[in-house]
């Protein structure tokens, strides 16, 4: 079992930035792939960010990519997801999955799940 807690959320002007952390405890955190889904009212969860489990890969969704930076730390059993340039369409509640397969986009890849933190970002 890993035991996944994300933090960081909040409100935010167009524009700004946050910082996501997703906390693992558990197993070792090293051996698992981490990413990040988000999912806004009235619509379905939407692949974010992911990173490998050494963090040598990374994958990210169009609508982010080039804004949002994802990034781990093992030895603190941590990823990051650093969100900038945000946008009013970035608003949802974001959660961190781990998968013991591999760093994929869809959500049936990753095993574990955290609760989520909610992201608003006003216009």
């Known amino acids: 079992q890993v035991q996944l807690v994300e933090s960081g959320g909040g409100l935010v002007q167009a524009g700004g930035s946050l910082r996501l952390s997703c906390a693992a405890s558990g197993r070792t955190f090293s051996n698992y792939a981490v990413g990040w889904f988000r999912q806004a009212p009235g619509k379905e969860r939407e692949f974010v960010a992911a990173?490998?489990?050494?963090?040598?890969?990374?994958l990210y969704a169009d609508s982010v990519k080039g804004r949002f930076t994802i990034s781990r730390d093992n030895a603190k059993n941590t990823v990051s997801l650093q969100m900038n340039s945000l946008k009013p369409e970035d608003t949802a509640v974001y959660s961190c999955?781990?998968?013991?397969?591999?760093?994929?986009?869809?959500?049936?890849?990753?095993?574990?799940w955290g609760q989520g933190t909610q992201v608003t970002v006003s216009s």
């Open positions: 990173i490998s489990w050494a963090g040598v890969s990374t």
């Open positions: 999955a781990a998968s013991a397969r591999k760093a994929g986009m869809g959500a049936y890849d990753y095993d574990y």
